[in-house]
């Protein structure tokens, strides 16, 4: 193109010029474009998070940024003590994720062989080992969603037109499913929200309340519901039995339930903790009654310690096109791998670590239940089911006269408060124990539960927790020396909550706040003056009163504790006493609270008159000296208050005029002359201040011996010599005190000029502000005509 440029311009100059444009603009448009590549690069990487940025991040860097996330920063405190337990078999399980990834690469002709292999030998070594027999098996993320899949399957096998009509079957005949009472929180309500199912599809079966376990599904009652049921034209679906309950393992009556649904033609679905022991030799019959169900849902994860390992629920069907619609089959590999973990960790442990992982959950339940039994004040609540694995108990001790079955019959009503406030009381002294046992033996992996009948109980529950933390036969003795430990303090503050209660009562000035999620002696707020007693909101005066009380008692150095917070159904400060180790003198801890709060109200008031008194005497004493100053310059001329001419006059005729300063008495709140001071130099001492009113008694206490203690006198545990050396002492004490008193008495005779000691001093800081108005004064010396 130069070339042809240069022969049509003969011009070389304009040739050049020519060529030398288009460099420029060359030069020109290249810098354009690289000024827009940077450009765009930056934008682009100002929208990208910053590990993304760059050419990446090498595996060192990722994996820490991983275990950061995982354990958080070293400063931060664990959210909590129990670690789980990964052993090998743990490794396993953890490396079959790895692998499922791994195979999932493969061909597909050997991808299929290889998850069909891993689903059959799965599904049949956990039928063979909890004796399922001809089952199949679906692997599942979510525990429900098991049961989920098998009430599609029940629909599609009892309305046979719902692929085709869809909800339009549902709608003319509705199916119902039958719940426990008893059954975990959450689980009806998941059940209809996957299936698009109404609430009132829902059954909820009570449980008994006369015969058999309260935690049991009432088979009479049930039989009714269905009967009933059908008389309205609804369709009784499936019945979800509990082998072993959520909250204390109690197992339904299976087998009753089993017969009850081939009647009716309902599904039988089985869930529960006690369906691992049927990998056991021995198994009780409640719980063998289970294989004969439709389906169960089994949880080897916790049971075998295993995590990240999936739920099964294996269930009993022929037509598998049915399984295919309903979702328990699928023909995807990447479902079939979910066994992968478990058919390795299967292998890993073989049939005698499975069994032995079982079977030593078992023995550590039955190893707490039978140690618990011999402990007093301990109810455990699962006696009947010797077989069960799941420990609940809780502390209890009945009040004097009481009759232990009111806990479950209507009472009247006196007697039905006082059992409502001992129950109220338990309630939160086993919800002490509980987290105080999680803290001292963090390997039982106990948890608090609230029941509805029983209250608040503390629930063991090795087969769900036992393999995951290692726990072992020294944990649950040390579990159960722990709860020995603890039941003295648990009865002698149940003792004194009462006592605690009618002493407030009887008190002036203290209102006792019922409070039932404080497992304490009690709690008690200070009514002053002021207190609007129908107000919920903040109350700040209360607030500052009850600070100072709590310093005080602190300041005590009591075996008792004391905090301070809001009431239980208002923003009003309060103060909250903690547990009793020992017998406490109630009477007197009541009679300090009212006295201290007392005397901090009135220092208080004290504090805020006297700053109002203190401020109206300096503007009065302002006043009061300029007046004496206008007085002054009358007497004296005003000649004599200019510089030099005043000092010459002064000097020839000098001005006699008496010292007329004002001096504030705190005590009397008024203004005083300070003649009296500088003429006789003496100062007034004013009125006397009442005494701070103090407790009606002064206890005695022996040395060493730390507040509200019961006194020792008169026990047996004191014999009688050791009290009358005990009094001598005391009055050999009073005697050298009034000798003192005596020996002072009478120095203060023997020098009269020696100035009686102050009868009372006012608070330090005003007794500094008065210092300060009197030596704010000059001080003048006394007029030789005086003397």
């Known amino acids: 193109m130069d070339a042809s440029l240069e022969k049509k311009i003969a011009d070389p100059t304009l040739a050049e010029m020519g060529k030398n444009l288009k460099e420029a603009m ?10 827009e590549e940077e450009n765009g690069k930056k934008l682009l990487s100002g929208d990208i998070p910053g590990p993304l940025q760059g050419s990446g991040q090498d595996m060192v860097s990722i994996l820490q940024l991983v275990q950061n996330l995982m354990h958080g920063d070293e400063d931060e405190q664990p959210q909590s003590t129990r670690i789980q337990n990964i052993g090998e078999q743990g490794h396993i399980s953890l490396l079959g994720h790895s692998l499922g990834a791994y195979i999932s690469t493969l061909d597909k002709e050997k991808l299929r062989k290889l998850t069909t292999r891993i689903l059959s030998d799965t599904t049949l070594w956990l039928c063979r080992i909890f ?9 599942h993320e979510e525990e429900r969603e098991g049961l989920a899949k098998i009430c599609r399957l029940a629909i599609h096998s009892r309305y046979e037109d719902f692929v085709v009509d869809g909800f339009n079957v549902l709608y003319n005949r509705k199916p119902v499913l039958y719940l426990s009472a008893a059954a975990r929180p959450g689980l009806g309500q998941y059940l209809c929200n996957q299936l698009g199912l109404p609430f009132p599809c829902l059954c909820r079966v009570p449980c008994n309340t006369v015969f058999g376990s309260q935690h049991q599904m009432d088979v009479a009652f049930l039989e009714k519901l269905i009967k009933d049921d059908i008389e309205r034209g609804k369709l009784p679906l499936l019945l979800v039995a509990n082998a072993g309950t959520a909250a204390v393992g109690h197992t339904d009556k299976i087998g009753r339930l089993k017969e009850l649904c081939e009647q009716y033609g309902i599904w039988l679905h089985v869930e529960g903790v006690n369906l691992a022991t049927l990998a056991l030799g021995y198994v009780s019959s409640s719980v063998l009654a289970a294989t004969k169900c439709d389906s169960m849902t089994l949880t080897p994860g916790p049971w075998l310690g295993l995590p990240a390992v999936p739920a099964v629920t294996l269930y009993k069907h022929d037509d598998p096109a049915l399984t295919l619609v309903s979702g328990l089959t699928s023909n995807k590999p990447a479902d079939k791998l979910r066994a992968l973990p478990l058919w390795l960790s299967l292998q890993y442990l073989g049939l005698d670590g499975i069994v032995e992982r079982i079977k030593h959950a078992c023995q550590l339940s039955q190893r707490l239940q039978e140690s618990l039994k011999k402990v007093n004040h301990i109810k455990i609540l699962v006696e009947d089911e010797l077989s069960s694995p799941v420990v609940v108990f809780r502390f209890f001790q009945e009040l004097p006269g009481s009759d232990p079955g009111l806990n479950a019959i209507p009472a009247p009503s006196a007697a039905a408060s006082a059992v409502g406030r001992e129950r109220h009381s338990c309630d939160a002294l086993n919800r002490w124990l509980g987290e105080q046992l999680k803290q001292l033996v963090p390997m039982s992996g106990l948890t608090v539960m609230d029941l509805e009948v029983e209250g608040t109980c503390v629930r063991f529950s090795p087969l769900m927790t036992a393999a995951v933390l290692g726990t072992r036969g020294e944990d649950v003795d040390q579990l159960v020396a722990c709860v020995q430990s603890k039941l003295p303090v648990l009865t002698c503050t149940l003792q004194l909550r009462e006592e605690f209660k009618q002493e407030v009562e009887a008190t002036a000035g203290l209102l006792y706040v019922d409070d039932p999620n404080w497992p304490g002696i009690g709690v008690v707020r200070y009514e002053h003056a002021n207190d609007d007693k129908s107000s919920l909101k903040l109350d700040p005066e209360g607030e500052k009163i009850h600070a100072g009380l709590l310093k005080k008692l602190n300041e005590l150095e009591s075996d008792l504790t004391f905090k301070m917070g809001p009431e239980y159904k208002s923003m009003k400060s309060c103060i909250y006493i903690g547990m009793a180790s020992d017998d406490i003198d109630i009477s007197e801890l009541v009679e300090t609270i009212a006295v201290t709060a007392r005397e901090i109200e009135e220092d208080s008031r004290l504090l805020e008159n006297m700053t109002e008194v203190v401020r109206k005497g300096i503007q009065e004493a302002q006043v009061q000296l300029q007046k004496a100053n206008e007085e002054r310059l009358l007497e004296e001329g005003v000649l004599r208050q200019i510089p030099v001419v005043g000092s010459v006059l002064n000097w020839f005729s000098p001005v006699q005029a008496s010292q007329k300063g004002r001096t504030f008495n705190l005590t009397a709140g008024s203004l005083e002359s300070t003649e009296h001071t500088y003429v006789y130099k003496v100062q007034g001492s004013g009125v006397t201040p009442p005494q701070t009113p103090t407790g009606t008694r002064t206890k005695q206490r022996l040395p060493g011996q730390k507040p509200f203690k019961r006194s020792l006198r008169g026990s047996d545990a004191i014999s009688e010599t050791s009290s009358v050396g005990h009094i001598e002492d005391l009055e050999k004490m009073e005697q050298s005190s009034g000798g003192q008193e005596a020996s002072e008495a009478n120095s ?40």
Do not use: I, W
């Open 26 to 35: 060359k030069m020109l448009e290249d810098s354009q474009r690289r000024t």
């Open 131 to 139: 004796r399922y027999e001809n089952g199949c098996a679906y692997f």
């Open 748 to 787: 203060h005779e023997r020098h009269p000029e020696a100035p009686a000691p102050p009868e009372a001093e006012p608070p330090g800081a005003l007794q500094d502000g008065a210092q300060g108005l009197q030596d704010d004064r000059p001080q003048v010396e006394e007029p030789e005509s005086l003397r």
